[in-house]
């Protein structure tokens, strides 16, 4: 059984940091493109990044480019969201996804999600 569980959130002052992370188990974590989706509030959802298999790929949506850093340890299974320079609109169901093997943008598997509210 796949399960992804997000941890590592919470409430933090604009211009704050946290970080996500997403432990995995139930298939080969390496073998997969692993990604972290957010929903804002009443909002739909949005991609944040990507990390391909091997690591050496990512890619972020413009609205977290230069704040927001992913990473994956393999030997963990582990997927990584380091957020910094936070503003209110991260505010954010935070979720981390597993790819199919057809495309890193199918999202096959989600974890429960993990909760950000940045606010003073």
């Known amino acids: 059984e796949v399960q992804l569980v997000e941890s590592g959130g919470g409430l933090v002052q604009p211009g704050g940091s946290l970080r996500l992370s997403c432990a995995s188990s139930?298939?080969?974590?390496?073998?997969?493109?692993i990604s972290w989706v957010r929903q804002a509030p009443g909002e739909g959802l949005e991609w944040v990044s990507t990390?391909?298999?091997?690591?050496?790929?990512?890619y972020y949506a413009a609205s977290v480019k230069g704040r927001f850093s992913i990473s994956r340890d393999d030997a963990k299974a582990t997927l990584s969201l380091q957020l910094n320079s936070l503003k209110a609109e991260d505010t954010a169901m935070y979720y981390c996804?597993?790819?199919?093997?057809?495309?890193?943008?199918?999202?096959?598997?989600w974890g429960q999600g993990i909760r950000v509210t940045v606010s003073s």
């Open positions: 996804a597993k790819a199919s093997a057809v495309s890193w943008a199918d999202f096959e598997y």
């Open positions: 139930g298939f080969t974590f390496v073998s997969y493109s």
């Open positions: 990390v391909r298999r091997g690591g050496q790929l990512t």
